[in-house]
């Protein structure tokens, strides 16, 4: 239930803060394509359409691109153009698209899993496939939204590469990191990123209520946690009310991170 602060400002959930940390992910992204995969990612993008990234080009998930936004699950009521899976991956190999991806499994390098579990001649579990995690990781910026965060995702390492990290592009040479990059990594405990000497995967910062012990007690290796690790930032009295009454009205984000 949302209650209101000492400010008079409605008092944002956990799951809020996560929608807003998935939109500052397209901040000044330009006109470019956004490819959220997960409710909140799909309401952070809206989010960062509807205030600082006016530009972003949003599809229905299907085929088409929506000249408004609509709430999600919502058909959208002008459309400003056709793209199909042809042109969606000319998009992608041009780099002209932000993908935010979930993963099964990460690494602290930024190797993500979403293929099986256990080993690739007998997996324990058949998830989804490695699918164009491939071509997105090296061809435009992919960030990752983990909903659950524990140690059973941050691993020490993935059981199979399907998205590439930075120390596997580096391994491949400049035709493999010329257009890499993973510019975040968010879920429901904080926001993390790779800005590290070694490229291995930071602390940036973490959502109220949420301790940095938590984190790394939840997290199969060990983080690069700065002496000040700041609080994830609160979304303003107008973001919650687009959240709340424009993009979801029907409260999906608290479905996919509870409170």
């Not at 409710?39 to 085929?63: K, M, N």
């Not at 997996?123 to 071509?135: C, K, N, W």
């Not at 968010?186 to 590290?196: A, K, M, P, Q, Y």
């Not at 109220?208 to 790394?216: I, L, W």
Request: aromatic content about 6%; glycine content about 10%; hydrophobic content about 40%.
């Amino acid at each position: 239930m949302n209650g209101t602060g000492t400010t008079g400002i409605p008092t944002a959930t956990r799951a809020e803060y996560c929608v807003v940390a998935c939109a500052e992910a397209w901040r000044g992204a330009g006109e470019i394509l956004a490819a959220p995969m997960g409710t909140v990612p799909a309401i952070g993008a809206r989010l960062a359409r509807l205030t600082f990234s006016p530009g972003l080009l949003l599809t229905d998930g299907e085929a088409l691109l929506m000249a408004d936004t609509p709430a999600v699950g919502v058909r959208p009521g002008i459309i400003e153009g056709w793209l199909p899976f042809r042109r969606h991956l000319t998009l992608t190999a041009t780099g002209r698209r932000h993908v935010m991806m979930g993963a099964s499994q990460i690494d602290r390098h930024g190797n993500q899993n979403i293929s099986c579990i256990g080993t690739w001649a007998r997996p324990a579990r058949q998830l989804l496939g490695v699918r164009g995690a491939p071509v997105n990781t090296l061809n435009n910026p992919t960030s990752y939204w983990v909903p659950r965060h524990s140690a059973r995702v941050f691993v020490e390492h993935v059981d199979m590469v399907s998205g590439v990290g930075y120390e596997r592009a580096a391994e491949a040479g400049p035709s493999a990191t010329r257009f890499h990059r993973i510019p975040e990594v968010i879920s429901d405990l904080g926001v993390f990123d790779f800005e590290t000497p070694g490229r291995t995967m930071r602390l940036r910062s973490l959502h109220p209520g949420v301790g940095v012990e938590q984190v790394t007690g939840a997290t199969g290796f060990a983080l690069t946690v700065p002496d000040q690790v700041p609080f994830t930032r609160d979304p303003t009295e107008d973001e919650l009310r687009l959240i709340r009454e424009v993009i979801d009205p029907k409260g999906l984000r608290e479905r996919e991170v509870p409170a």
